[in-house]
């Protein structure tokens, strides 16, 4: 069987419609032989996942953690770390994954507080009933204002009048070279989620790549649904100038999104390069 390596998936532990034992199911019957669990700030669907891996489908445990980098005076660029196979149990990584939920939860208190007091009718109560005990997300209130009738889709609810920026609250994220720091301290291999999608708001330069390649980055994710056959291009150009790992995976969010599990892979020889890099907790099957 050929190797069919998915490093980026999201669970209802954050904002994916699939449960971690359905992904792992869905994972495998999309002929996955490797499938992260990566959800936002959390480990809390590692336990659910492990438990109903399917034989035949390694899995890799790991997050997608919420970050920023200050280097641009007076405006900070949000971006996402994937974290493979740390410690969940080294307490100083564990205690800022606590925190970026509990922000979450803070912050979209604050989102559903502000589109209430427009006369929207949804509450924090519907909104947390959706992520029902996972890391809240601007999904979860996308849900809610599905619901009330106001949009059609996720995606429209991402919109500029809605949460893409009328409403958007920003969330308090850690300092990208933190994160990197915990993550190695906790055994974990980082690779930067999405770096060049630009759709998503300002991308960072590559002075920053190369800072966090000096700090013991293991790689960039090029292969991605956000990422234009140029940007793709440019990243593996970036990776190989720094000595940089490329993934590619799916993000896949259930149908949060449109992307299919498998969309994007990664290569054999990469994955097997991050597996000999991390130290907290092995790969299962
Ligand atoms: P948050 O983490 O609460 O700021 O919400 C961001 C999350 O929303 C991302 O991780 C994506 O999963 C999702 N998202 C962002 N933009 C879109 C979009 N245009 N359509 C659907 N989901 C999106
Ligand atoms: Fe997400
Ligand atoms: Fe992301
Ligand atoms: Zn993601």
Not at 132 to 151: D, E, M, N, T, Y
Not at 192 to 199: D, G, L, M, V
Not at 263 to 276: C, Q, Y
Request: with cysteine.
């Amino acid at each position: 069987m050929s190797a069919r390596i998915d490093l980026h998936c999201h669970s209802t532990a954050s904002d994916g419609t699939l449960t971690p034992a359905q992904l792992v199911r869905a994972g495998a019957a999309a002929g996955l032989t490797v499938m992260a669990i990566t959800d936002h700030d959390t480990t809390g669907g590692w336990a659910e996942a492990e438990a109903a891996r399917p034989t035949g489908l390694t899995l890799v445990r790991g997050a997608e953690l919420s970050c920023i980098w200050h280097g641009a005076p007076g405006w900070p660029i949000a971006l996402h770390l994937l974290a493979y196979l740390f410690d969940p149990a080294e307490p100083v990584l564990a205690g800022k994954l606590a925190r970026l939920r509990e922000n979450r939860a803070r912050r979209g208190e604050r989102i559903v507080d502000n589109l209430r007091a427009d006369g929207v009718p949804i509450s924090w109560d519907e909104v947390a009933g959706y992520a029902a005990g996972g890391s809240v997300g601007r999904p979860h209130i996308a849900q809610a204002l599905i619901r009330a009738g106001l949009v059609a889709t996720t995606a429209e609810a991402f919109a500029s009048e809605w949460l893409g920026a009328r409403y958007l609250v920003p969330k308090e994220d850690l300092d990208v070279f933190d994160a990197l720091r915990g993550i190695r301290a906790a055994g974990g291999v980082a690779v930067f989620a999405h770096p060049r999608a630009s759709k998503r708001g300002r991308v960072v330069s590559d002075e920053l790549i190369e800072a966090l390649a000096d700090e013991g980055l293991f790689g960039l994710e090029a292969d991605h649904e956000d990422h234009s056959p140029a940007e793709r291009a440019q990243i593996r150009a970036l990776a190989e100038r720094l000595g940089l790992a490329v993934t590619g995976s799916s993000d896949f969010h259930g149908t949060h999104k449109t992307v299919a599990l498998g969309a994007f892979l990664t290569a054999p020889e990469t994955f097997e390069k991050l597996v000999s890099a991390a130290t907290g907790v092995p790969v299962l099957g």
